[in-house]
């Protein structure tokens, strides 16, 4: 009764979670979450523009599932492409199983 | 060392957050978490008895981790069952690998 | 174009975050993220030294990216040892694709 799909996670700075979720939105993903928190460490997450964010400091982890995974791989490479030269983050993908898959 | 179990994600409105913990400590898991955040899209996250929400709006991301699959489909279903009939929100489930077995 | 890597995942009492990152800097892992939350149960989330701790409370959600599962059974086995004799907590791994594996 489940059907699979990706969810992408992408951890980044605050400055541009809505660079992100426009990337999200234009890839056809019916919709996202976001949580704030901290992050620290090299993990793609210092900005080599902006050496001093070297410590602990603050991000966003937006989410969306997309039953496509073709929409999911676009997400990715475009979040890289068009956040991650100027700015730190990184984007995952995991697999999992949804319930209606009619609603993404 | 590790042991298979589902992890059970749900994103919903911050008002029904009591009605899916109880309903998952009903089903007998033994903890949840919840994270609040912010949601936008149709994702089942648009209420469509309150057409209002339309754009970005809070929401709770609740997760439990369960060893028994049956577990996790029976909470998966009576949420869906008995919450996202009136409210908006998305449910689920990935498999993870847990320590310590008998705690879950 | 992905590589897989292994999402070690951390929910414990706020108290010990800094032990807790620690161990995951010591490990060897390149970064970490930390969001706030709530949670509830027994589900390892309840001290035993201090059994008040029955209700729900805040708990701190530490999860971090490492391409080497190696590093990840460390950080999960150190945890335990070193956090959850004396805090409640939980910890559990899963398997996730990355991209750009030279950052983790």
Chains 1, 2, 3 share one sequence.
């Not at 992100?20 to 523009?49: C, F, M, N, P």
């Not at 039953?67 to 490479?77: F, K, L, P, S, Y």
């Amino acid at each position: 009764m489940t059907t699979q799909a990706t969810k992408i996670t992408i951890v980044t700075e605050r400055l541009i979670q809505s660079e992100v979720t426009r990337i999200i939105e234009d890839a056809g993903a019916s919709g996202y979450t976001v949580v704030e928190g901290s992050g620290k460490g090299q993990h793609g997450l210092r900005s080599s523009v902006r050496p001093q964010m070297v410590g602990a400091f603050s991000i966003v982890k937006i989410e969306t599932l997309v039953a496509d995974r073709g929409v999911a791989d676009t997400i990715a490479e475009r979040v890289i492409a068009n956040c991650f030269q100027q700015f730190s983050g990184i984007v995952y993908l995991s697999t999992v199983e949804i319930l209606r898959p009619e609603r993404f």
